[in-house]
């Protein structure tokens, strides 16, 4: 932690250097010592907010060499989540007191992305977000089976994670005592998204030897003895068959004989005791810009109307026999579009991923060292998950994964598996997830944070990339591209439509089903995100276009200097901010390049 000292410090140290009498500074010098000390003084600000982080999640703090975390789960007590808030309400004020103006430039944007993350976790306790730990999609029970992905190379390794299948009965404890709080509070998701959310659930409850929790068990190192790997396996089995397994029996009869019977009915976040205002505050959060749920709203209709008239080209261009709704019909129910086994799925989206790969050379200078693989999205939550998403690596010694939906899979048309993997894997997430981190000047504060407007407006941008780099090979996948795309406009038009406009979630469904080519499976899915997710599906469309429209300026201010891969190096150069912080690293790039033009 840097020493903060201030200005009459310097003062007397500079009277001290061997001179007869006091040397005074001139102004130039007392500037510096200012800055200085308010560049100390956010250092130490980081290096707090950092700590509190680790010492909220215990794997992070284990990934970051902190062995003494390494067999906990995060600690969710009120008394310990108040405290958490008091210190985040601190650090706030704290850097609030700040005159960021005397900040380095590379400082003032570290304060604002500190502000970001300190108001979003104040925001979100205010609001009680943690009265409602789950979505639509899956939950708290879910997520934290991913304890079973890290290092298992020591006994230690081993015997810290028991420690933390030891730790699952408290940890289920206070996730179930604030789902206990949000019924009494009126903050529940929905009943109606809930509907079959009990099969995520079930699907832990499965005999010891196939359970997700016994998987590390099943392929120990090489160099332990038999003694050592029947002695781990005897007590996994016991924890597992005593406490792990009854753990899920009961929060399946609490959701399915408490919690959803007692969910809200109504369906727009206006509902929720704060109203408007937490809606207003998670488009915000979710998008980085100043624009109005009406704003949005109006921004997606036209963005609906300009996708919808590129799609019909295509339906032109095919010269299907029918209207434009009998066209979608038929690519939801034509076999030739659909995989026949999950392996022949997962297969076609390596493949399309290792031709992604290949196209990255050309635009982008600088590429990410960590690997990435392909993989089925977890049997336990897929029949409610999206078709897709990016799984990140939870330390250095993990790729990251592309997770595919092998669930139904006559509702995971091929047609769309080209815009998917480009969003997902490369140049994607996986890419821009990689490069972040790996960006070693960064504080980790910003190296492992992720503002959704930047990484789901890059994903989005990754898959209209596709189109110059040749990648979509047929007017099936283009039109697979197209629906991608005009999926994340009507996102726009339904979320602020179901939560502050007064659409049912049937109106919902109806809008997306006719304007995409979305399975109706995935429509009905994506509807229960946006509802139980409010403001997180605005993020795609709107990065997008802020992206979009920043290369454009570049291009017409650089002309035929203008180059891609600087483009896109200075887009990921300093990993995921805000909108307003990205509109400045491009403007940077112009001023840069324009001045060794003139050379």
Same mark, same amino acid.
């Given at each position: 932690m840097l020493k903060r000292l201030t200005p009459l410090f310097f003062i007397a140290l500079w009277?001290?250097?061997?001179?007869?009498?006091?040397?005074? =500074?001139?102004?130039? #010098?007392?500037?510096?010592?200012?800055?200085?000390?308010?560049?100390?003084?956010?250092?130490?600000?980081?290096?707090?907010?950092?700590? @509190?982080?680790?010492?909220?999640?215990?794997?992070?703090?284990?990934?970051?060499?902190?062995?003494?975390?390494?067999?906990?789960?995060?600690?969710l007590s009120p008394a310990t989540l108040a405290s958490h808030n008091q210190r985040t309400q601190a650090l706030a004020q704290q850097l609030a007191l700040l005159d960021t103006s005397l900040l380095s430039k590379t400082n003032r944007t570290n304060a604002l992305i500190l502000k970001y993350q300190l108001d979003n976790d104040i925001d979100l306790y205010h609001f009680h977000d943690h009265y409602q730990p789950l979505t639509a999609e899956s939950g708290f029970h879910a997520d934290i089976s991913a304890i079973t992905r890290g290092r298992f190379d020591s006994m230690q390794d081993y015997r810290d994670y028991l420690s933390r299948l030891n730790a699952l009965p408290k940890y289920f404890a206070q996730q179930t005592y604030w789902l206990k709080k949000g019924i009494k509070s009126g903050i529940t998701q929905p009943k109606v998204v809930l509907e079959g959310f009990e099969h995520s659930i079930s699907a832990f409850i499965v005999p010891? *030897?196939?359970?997700?929790?016994?998987?590390? &068990?099943?392929?120990?190192?090489?160099?332990?003895? #038999?003694?050592?790997?029947?002695?781990?396996?005897?007590? +996994?089995?016991?924890?597992?068959?005593?406490?792990?397994?009854?753990?899920y029996q009961d929060f399946y009869r609490f959701m399915t004989e408490s919690y959803i019977p007692q969910a809200r009915r109504d369906i727009a976040a206006s509902?929720?005791?704060?109203?408007?205002? &937490?809606?207003?505050?998670?488009?915000?959060?979710?998008?980085?810009?100043? =624009?109005?749920?009406?704003?949005v709203h109006a921004l997606g209709l036209s963005e609906v109307?300009?996708? %919808?008239?590129? =799609?019909?080209?295509?339906?032109?261009? @095919?010269?299907?026999?029918?209207? &434009?709704?009998?066209?979608?019909?038929?690519? %939801?129910?034509?076999?030739q579009f659909y995989a026949k086994t999950p392996k022949a799925l997962l297969k076609e989206a390596a493949y399309l991923a290792k031709q992604a790969d290949a196209i990255l050379p050309?635009?982008?200078?600088?590429?990410?060292?960590?690997?990435?693989?392909?993989?089925?999205v977890p049997a336990e939550i897929a029949p409610k998950y999206t078709t897709g998403r990016y799984s990140g690596a939870n330390s250095d010694y993990e790729p990251g994964y592309y997770w595919v939906n092998t669930y139904a899979l006559e509702t995971r048309p091929l047609y769309e598996l080209p815009a998917l993997?480009?969003?997902? +894997?490369?140049?994607?997430?996986?890419?821009?997830?990689?490069?972040?981190?790996?960006?070693?000047?960064?504080?980790?504060?910003?190296?492992?944070?992720?503002?959704?407007?930047?990484?789901?407006g890059w994903g989005l941008y990754s898959e209209y990339l596709g189109i110059e780099a040749g990648y979509y090979q047929d007017p099936y996948s283009q039109f697979g591209r197209l629906t991608y795309e005009m999926w994340r406009a009507a996102r726009l038009v339904v979320d602020t439509g179901m939560h502050v406009k007064g659409w049912s979630r049937q109106q919902a469904i109806d809008f997306m089903a006719s304007n995409t080519a979305l399975s109706l499976h995935n429509v009905t899915t994506e509807i229960d995100r946006y509802i139980s997710w409010p403001g997180q599906a605005l993020s795609y469309k709107i990065g997008e276009l802020t992206i979009k429209r920043l290369r454009a300026k570049? *291009?017409?201010?650089?002309?035929?200097?203008?180059?891609? %891969?600087?483009?896109h190096d200075a887009v990921l150069a300093q990993g995921s901010v805000p909108m307003s912080v990205l509109e400045q690293q491009i403007d940077e790039l112009i001023q840069t390049t324009q001045a060794k033009m003139k050379k």
């Open positions: 009277g001290c250097q061997g001179a007869s009498t006091p040397v005074a =500074m001139d102004k130039a #010098q007392a500037d510096n010592v200012i800055k200085s000390s308010q560049d100390n003084k956010l250092q130490n600000i980081i290096a707090n907010a950092w700590q @509190l982080q680790l010492e909220k999640d215990p794997q992070l703090a284990a990934a970051f060499g902190d062995n003494s975390q390494a067999g906990k789960l995060a600690d010891v *030897e196939q359970s997700v929790y016994y998987q590390p &068990f099943k392929d120990f190192p090489a160099h332990f003895t #038999q003694a050592e790997k029947n002695t781990l396996i005897t007590e +996994a089995s016991q924890t597992i068959s005593t406490k792990v397994l009854p753990l509902s929720l005791p704060f109203g408007n205002a &937490f809606y207003n505050n998670r488009l915000k959060h979710y998008t980085t810009v100043d =624009m109005s749920a009406d704003e109307k300009r996708i %919808r008239s590129q =799609m019909q080209q295509i339906v032109k261009q @095919l010269e299907f026999k029918g209207n &434009f709704a009998d066209f979608l019909h038929f690519l %939801r129910t034509d076999p050309k635009y982008f200078g600088k590429l990410p060292r960590s690997p990435y693989g392909v993989q089925a993997t480009l969003h997902e +894997a490369v140049p994607g997430h996986h890419l821009q997830i990689s490069l972040n981190k790996e960006i070693s000047d960064l504080p980790n504060f910003r190296r492992y944070s992720y503002i959704s407007a930047f990484g789901e570049a *291009e017409q201010a650089l002309g035929e200097q203008f180059d891609i %891969r600087q483009f």
